[in-house]
């Protein structure tokens, strides 16, 4: 920003230090909204309607750096919360910046993938993450936005960016209610994705989750990446112990998911970016390679 030109001596210390104040404010304000966005990802230019829900969303991806350049098709990764991702303008708290941290990996080619995030709200989330009622929370539309998620915006996705469009390059994946509507749409959703990183999931939410995923178990070669902190309360690392027994007894094969309780962890967006890069390389990669 152009320093202001200051008005003379005759017109007033005072006056010139009001200016001089206001040109600071304005400028560290200008500092404060700047984009934090890495230039490979953008928001898409009209809302995305969810039909029975009465509501649009917002979608915003990230391509790899290479993409322009290349004719190579991604895998894509769907992730929820999609304004916590990439821009601490958006964000409602800290980002998850995971813009910045496939950059790297596709640098180091260890990793290049597509990431689509949804945006949500704080007036629905509860009810758009959940495929189950909450006495607290109320009304359950967890189905209807997956099935905006995977018959709208998949397909949308798809035909207009270069993707690997089959289940074992199509992974899901969030945080606390985020976590918990990723583990629904890998076990309701097992034709289109075969991968899902479940963050601090919210299994609190409905123990409906336990039947549902006994009655519906995944297949055999979906892997499932489920982190959590030990500062995330007792509730949190037993439903996740509850979780694990289960999949184990139901002959899920131990090299196909990965329970990780993370030392002085606590609910937040700092844990799961410190977490992501390693969740995301494990979630592509070959069984052999764990």
Not at 28 to 46: E, K, T, W
Not at 115 to 130: C, F
């Given at each position: ?16 230090l ?32 969810m ?66 995030g ?29 099935a ?21 390059n ?47 178990k ?21 439903d ?38 390693e969740?995301?390389?494990?979630l ?7």
């Amino acid at each position: 920003m152009k320093m202001p030109h200051l008005p003379s001596m005759r017109s007033g210390f005072s006056t010139g230090l009001i200016v001089l104040t206001s040109w600071f404010v304005l400028s560290c304000s200008d500092q404060a909204n700047l984009s934090s966005a890495s230039h490979n990802v953008q928001i898409l230019p009209y809302q995305f309607m969810m039909t029975g829900l009465d509501r649009s969303k917002t979608i915003r991806l990230y391509l790899p750096a290479d993409y322009a350049s290349s004719e190579q098709s991604y895998p894509v990764v769907y992730m929820h919360d999609g304004q916590n991702l990439f821009d601490h303008v958006s964000a409602d708290g800290d980002e998850w910046q995971v813009d910045e941290i496939l950059d790297g990996l596709g640098q180091s080619e260890q990793l290049q993938v597509i990431v689509v995030g949804i945006d949500s709200s704080a007036e629905y989330r509860h009810n758009e993450h959940s495929p189950w009622v909450n006495n607290r929370y109320g009304e359950a539309q967890g189905q209807g936005y997956m099935a905006f998620l995977v018959e709208v915006v998949k397909p949308y996705i798809d035909t207009h960016y270069r993707t690997l469009t089959d289940r074992n390059n199509t992974a899901i994946m969030g945080s606390s209610m985020g976590g918990l509507i990723s583990h629904y749409a890998l076990h309701a959703y097992p034709d289109t994705f075969s991968k899902a990183g479940i963050f601090s999931p919210a299994y609190w939410y409905s123990p409906q989750v336990f039947t549902f995923s006994e009655s519906n178990k995944v297949r055999l070669d979906a892997r499932l990446y489920i982190m959590y902190g030990d500062k995330e309360g007792d509730g949190m690392i037993a439903d996740a112990f509850k979780m694990q027994r289960q999949l184990r007894r139901q002959g899920h094969p131990l090299n196909n998911m990965v329970f990780k309780r993370v030392e002085g962890g606590q609910h937040s967006e700092v844990l799961w970016k410190e977490q992501f890069s390693e969740a995301i390389v494990w979630l592509f990669a070959s069984p052999g390679a764990s």
